[in-house]
């Protein structure tokens, strides 16, 4: 059985500012109606014997993550959380140790969470073609088979000659110059690093063991001392932190002695510039791409979005232009890489922008903030059905709630009341409340927040059913 292991740990910063820090690239609908991760794991339908989905997130994305698997009705084996961000050979070092322990005998299929496959059909063929090599005790990866001299990917040499469906690795390669990509690109034996693996736990485990003792070791404990959380495994913070952060290239592809690789022309692409969106996406007679309420006079080869209101464009050529309800992104196509600059230099300021959108996801639902100014925020809440947030209370704001659509029970104190359309209730400072649907649909109201100060740490909880004391 192969068993999808999907990395989701990325912040993706090349695609601000749809991609923030707690709302990655993997987690939008950048290409079609589903999201990456979503696209991700549906993508593994299409093989042969695969098992449930393992997923490695960031320990802030976990309700989103959880969420998106089950809108899609995903099979979970399980969803563990990194506590710290450390590069893809630790991630894939906890899914091992609990596969090899779960499911002995079994093949990991490790995949990113954000890349774009076009072609399913192809995609699952390659994998396919890496199995029995894979089951032989090899640690395969997928080269993407070149269609351009790109510079702005990692190559796999593979050994000149072979004409086998998994052929030995000769080499992996760092990004090239544009002379050396084309002679890359005319050897026919340079695949782009696709970042996708297939092997057995076991394999993977004793090569770190071989390679990078030291991470094996922590990773060990971090899954040992690791604890349930709702439906989360969370590993140990103290021992994942202690762990080095590497990837799985570095820390065994590029030493092992097993290392093959699968050619896959699969249309394929890594989605990490807006460049590579508008690559990847169906354009107009002129060459755009356009989302949203867009409007274009005299417009060519440029990428349009807008997500909140009307974008209007006149005479631009190769141009990307990203609209939010908080920020403008305009950039040339060719230095669109140069996005990453200001995503750095917002973060020197300490602004919300490179961090959260205007509307943020909870377990429970979502609030987006409407409007705010000094000593008053207001925000729309929806709630879904049959969820609450947690007894809670605010030492520094007061909070007055107008149901909008749907019914509300809402506790203030020692005191429990029912609210409909157009009813309203006051929250003073400091009493314990808390605002509950127990209806079949979605509970939307405003909130009003008045106060000496209005940030979102100003509050304590003391029953909460996500686990979040």
Known sequence: MIMPVIL???????????????????????????????????????IDGVGPVTCVCNDEHRFLVAEQLRQIGADEEAIILEPVGRNTAPAAAVAALMLADKHPGSLMLVMPADHVILDRQAFAEAIESGRQAAEDGNLVTFGIVPNEPETGYGYIRSVAGSEKAARPVAEFVEKPSRERAESYLASGDYFWNSGMF???????????????????????AAVEKARIDLDFLRLDLEAFKACPSDSIDYAVMEKTTKAMVVPMDAGWNDVGAWSSLWEVQERDPQGNVMRGDVLAHDVQNSYLHSTSRLVAAVGLENHIVVETCDAVLVASKDRVQEVKAIVEQLHLEAREEPLIHRRVYRPWGSYE???????FK????????GASLSLQLHH???????????????????????LVENESIYIPVEARHRLENRGKEPLELIEVQSGRYLGEDDIERFEDNYGRL
């Open 8 to 46: 989701s740990g990325g912040s993706g910063t090349r695609l601000w500012p749809l991609s923030r820090a707690l709302y990655p690239k993997q987690l939008l609908p950048l290409f079609g109606d589903k999201t990456m991760l979503q696209d991700t794991v549906l993508r593994v339908e299409t």
């Open 378 to 385: 207001v925000k729309r809440i929806t709630v879904k059905p």
């Open 396 to 418: 520094k704001r007061a909070e007055h709630w107008i149901v909008v659509k749907g019914t509300a029970v809402v506790t203030v104190d020692d005191r429990q009341v029912e």
């Open 369 to 375: 903030t409407v409007d705010e100014g000094e000593r």
């Open 198 to 220: 297939l092997f057995r736990p076991e394999v993977y485990l004793a090569e770190l063991e071989v390679n990078a003792p030291e991470m094996l070791a922590a990773c060990r």
